[in-house]
């Protein structure tokens, strides 16, 4: 049996309040793995949901804190009790979050956190989610999102770097928008700032992205060996044969048409690349989750090589995702990295003899008995 690793981050306790259909669960969560079986709408989601936005301040199911709410109540509230890795070794971090119509409410050992961005540095979370096959097929935004996220954990100055560039971008695109129009000499004093910060989240992404490659062919190798990825290839958002300065100038009348800024990191993408001369939308539903899965293994394996600890893990509803025999490989691949496990399923669930221990909970309406 592996021992814990104590490179990992871990929730001992959570408490969740009037979230979803959750009324008022208290569960000790145990170092490795966590199971939660119960039949369909007992709230299992819910519970590595919650998990989830103490973790992002956002949901994978909703971009609206307000359907969270457990309905005839007007707040819920998440609370827990963490270990945070390397950092905090040997210190439980208390983290409670709250959210109503009146905004966020956040404390870290019982502190008050103005920001929800110095707030979610706290606590990593990865979670694999039925929908998540839309990171390898869906609209370019959740694959920007999840290189942003993995930047904002490693990269100190990447938030305040990003912020620049949104905050130029905004200008340049209002600029674009005035009624009295805008001169090539006015536009030009928003490209610069726009390349100078543009410029450097490209660099960061592509550092990342080559860094993403590294782990995720070895990764593929070990859980998903038969998918025909090659590689990973990052897009900056403009055309490659360009400096990003150029082609803001060469985009302006195009530009001042749509009344917004077509070109830039904010367009950026990155694909996987397929053998065969496979396109994405020619992959299986099934490899495309399996695509995403080994994606977001990557994202882990790369926060734990920067930081020094794994993200807490989530696997939602994982039978209805993998195929037994892809369960079984990523069930050993959990099991050797001594990261804490959330596990969601209707049935229980056969883990490698090199599990950590289990912790078992029924859920059912609202309501969670931990077996064992
Ligand atoms: N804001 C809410 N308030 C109360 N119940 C909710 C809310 N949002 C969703 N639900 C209900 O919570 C139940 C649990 O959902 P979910 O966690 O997705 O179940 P499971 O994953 O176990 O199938 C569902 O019946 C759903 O309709
Ligand atoms: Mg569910």
């Given at each position: 049996?592996?021992?814990?690793?104590?490179?990992?981050?871990?929730?001992?306790?959570?408490?969740?309040?009037?979230?979803r259909?959750?009324?008022s669960?208290?569960?000790?969560?145990?170092?490795?793995?966590?199971?939660?079986?119960?039949?369909?709408?007992a709230?299992?989601?819910?519970?590595?949901?919650?998990?989830?936005?103490?973790?992002?301040?956002?949901?994978?199911?909703?971009?609206?804190?307000?359907d969270?709410?457990?309905?005839?109540r007007e707040?819920?509230?998440?609370?827990?009790?963490?270990?945070?890795?390397?950092?905090?070794?040997g210190?439980?971090?208390?983290l409670?979050?709250g959210?109503?119509r009146?905004g966020?409410?956040?404390?870290?050992?019982?502190?008050?956190?103005p920001?929800?961005?110095?707030?979610?540095?706290?606590?990593?979370v990865?979670?694999?989610?039925?929908?998540?096959?839309?990171?390898?097929?869906?609209?370019?935004?959740?694959?920007?999102?999840?290189?942003?996220?993995?930047?904002f954990?490693?990269?100190?100055?990447?938030l305040?770097?990003?912020?620049?560039?949104?905050?130029?971008l905004?200008?340049r695109?209002?600029?674009?928008?005035?009624?009295?129009?805008?001169?090539?000499?006015?536009?030009?004093?928003?490209?610069?700032e726009?390349v100078e910060a543009?410029?450097?989240?490209?660099?960061?992404?592509?550092?990342?992205?080559?860094?993403?490659?590294?782990?995720?062919?070895?990764?593929?190798?070990?859980?998903?060996?038969?998918l025909?990825?090659e590689?990973?290839?990052l897009?900056?958002?403009w055309?490659?044969?360009?400096?990003?300065?150029?082609?803001?100038?060469?985009g302006?009348?195009?530009?001042?048409?749509?009344?917004?800024?077509?070109?830039?990191?904010h367009?950026?993408?990155?694909?996987?690349?397929?053998?065969?001369?496979?396109d994405?939308?020619?992959?299986?539903?099934?490899?495309?989750k399996?695509a995403?899965?080994?994606?977001?293994?990557?994202?882990?394996a790369?926060?734990?090589?920067?930081?020094?600890?794994?993200?807490?893990?989530?696997?939602?509803?994982?039978?209805?995702?993998?195929?037994d025999?892809h369960?079984?490989?990523?069930?050993?691949?959990?099991?050797r990295?001594?990261?804490?496990?959330l596990?969601?399923?209707?049935?229980?669930l056969?883990?490698?003899?090199?599990?950590?221990p289990?912790?078992?909970?029924?859920?059912?309406?609202?309501r969670?008995?931990?077996?064992?």
């Amino acid at each position: 049996m592996n021992d814990v690793s104590p490179l990992a981050t871990r929730i001992g306790l959570i408490r969740v309040e009037s979230f979803r259909n959750l009324q008022s669960v208290e569960l000790h969560l145990a170092d490795g793995f966590n199971f939660f079986s119960g039949g369909n709408g007992a709230g299992k989601t819910s519970v590595l949901e919650a998990v989830h936005v103490l973790g992002h301040g956002r949901s994978f199911r909703t971009a609206q804190a307000g359907d969270l709410v457990r309905v005839g109540r007007e707040r819920f509230s998440i609370f827990a009790e963490c270990r945070l890795g390397l950092a905090a070794a040997g210190h439980d971090t208390r983290l409670g979050l709250g959210w109503s119509r009146d905004g966020w409410t956040l404390r870290r050992n019982n502190e008050a956190v103005p920001i929800l961005s110095d707030f979610v540095r706290n606590l990593p979370v990865v979670t694999l989610d039925p929908g998540s096959h839309e990171l390898i097929s869906g609209p370019s935004e959740l694959r920007r999102r999840f290189l942003d996220w993995l930047l904002f954990h490693v990269e100190p100055d990447f938030l305040s770097v990003w912020r620049r560039y949104a905050r130029a971008l905004r200008q340049r695109n209002a600029a674009l928008r005035s009624p009295f129009g805008v001169s090539d000499r006015e536009l030009s004093v928003w490209e610069k700032e726009l390349v100078e910060a543009g410029t450097r989240v490209h660099d960061h992404r592509e550092r990342l992205v080559s860094e993403l490659r590294t782990e995720f062919l070895p990764l593929l190798a070990s859980i998903a060996p038969g998918l025909p990825v090659e590689g990973i290839r990052l897009r900056s958002g403009w055309s490659s044969d360009t400096g990003l300065a150029d082609a803001l100038r060469e985009g302006r009348s195009s530009d001042r048409e749509r009344g917004f800024t077509q070109r830039g990191p904010h367009r950026g993408d990155w694909r996987l690349q397929l053998g065969n001369g496979l396109d994405h939308d020619q992959l299986s539903r099934g490899q495309g989750k399996l695509a995403a899965l080994t994606s977001l293994l990557a994202q882990a394996a790369l926060l734990r090589k920067h930081r020094g600890d794994w993200p807490v893990l989530s696997c939602d509803d994982l039978a209805a995702e993998l195929d037994d025999e892809h369960q079984a490989r990523l069930l050993e691949w959990l099991s050797r990295t001594g990261a804490q496990v959330l596990i969601t399923g209707t049935s229980t669930l056969t883990l490698p003899t090199t599990a950590p221990p289990a912790r078992m909970f029924h859920v059912e309406q609202g309501r969670i008995a931990q077996l064992l």
